[in-house]
C-alpha cells in the first residue's frame, strides 16, 4: 500500500508538471508576436501568402474590437520609430488605425493625407502600407521654392527612399480653397483612403470633406483626425458651437438611418454612398458603401 501511495504521488506530480508546461507552451504562442524585437522584424517583414488582391472593397477581415492598448501593435512600433504623434498617448490612434486598415497592409491601394509637416506619418504609411500609393497634400512653399516653416519646397526627399519616392507624390494645395481639393482629386484619385490631418480648423476640415468624400472609392474610407479642435474657439469650433464640424459627423448619422425613409436628406457631397460613422476621442472614420 506504501509503493502504492508513493507511485501515485508520482504520477500526480508528472500530470501537474505537463500541464504546467503545456500552459507555459500556450502562453507563448500567444504572446509572441508582441517581442522585444517587434520594431526590427517590423521593418524588415516580408510578404504573407495571401488568397488574392481585394482592395478596400475586399474582404475586410478585421476585429469587431479596438485593438489593446496593452499589446503593442506593428503600427504603434512603427509610428514610434518614424516619430510620428499618431501614436503618443495624447492621440492614440494607433487604437483606430489597425481595425482598419490592417487588411489593407499588402494591397495595393491609394491614400490621401492632407498636411505633410515633417513627413513622419508619411513614412509610417510608405511602411505600414507596402504596396500602397501615397499622396500628400499642404499648402507649404505653394509659391515657390522658398523656405516654409523651415522646411524647402521638396521636403519629402529628406524623408523617404528612392523605393518609397516611386510610391509618392505630392501637391502643393491649399485645403481652404475647393478647386485645390479638386485638382488632387482629378491628377491622383479616386483614393480607398483620405485622411485629413492638415490644418485642423473648422473652415479646411468642412472645405476637404465637402469635396473629397466623393473622391473615396467604394469600400473605403475618410478619416479626420485631431478633433479636439472642434471644441476650440481659435480653430473657429467650440463645445455644441454651430460652427463644430462634429455637427456634420452627427448629421451625418442621420443620413444612414434615416435613409429607409428619406434619401434625399444630405448634409455634404457623396454622403448618400456613406454606410457608417464611428467616433472615437479626436478622431472620426466615415466608411463608404462597398456596392
Known sequence: MKGYKISLARTLDAITFVSNLLLLLHLTSVTGEVGDSGIGQAMNEVEPHS????????????????????????FQRLGK????????????????????LDYLRWQPIKLLEIGFYKGSSIKLWMQYLRKAKIVSMDKMCVKGKEVCRGRMSTPHTQVLSSEELRRFSFHHKDQTIESDNADVCE?????????????HTMVSIRT??????????????????????????????GFRSEDSVMNIFKEMMDVVNNRAFNKSYSVVP??????AVSCFPQICVVEITKG
Open 51 to 74: 488568397g488574392g488582391n481585394a482592395g478596400a472593397s475586399g474582404q475586410r477581415g478585421r476585429s469587431c474590437k479596438l485593438h489593446s492598448p496593452a499589446k503593442v501593435s506593428r
Open 187 to 199: 491628377k491622383d484619385g479616386p483614393f480607398d483612403v483620405i485622411i485629413d490631418d492638415g490644418a
Open 208 to 237: 476637404s470633406l465637402k469635396v473629397l468624400l466623393s473622391c473615396v472609392k467604394p469600400g473605403g474610407y475618410y478619416i479626420v483626425e485631431d478633433l479636439h479642435t472642434a471644441y476650440q474657439a481659435e480653430y473657429g469650433g
Open 81 to 100: 520609430l518614424v516619430g510620428t504623434d499618431k501614436v503618443d498617448p495624447h492621440h492614440g490612434f494607433h487604437n483606430v488605425y489597425p481595425r482598419y
Open 270 to 275: 457623396g454622403d448618400d454612398r456613406v454606410s
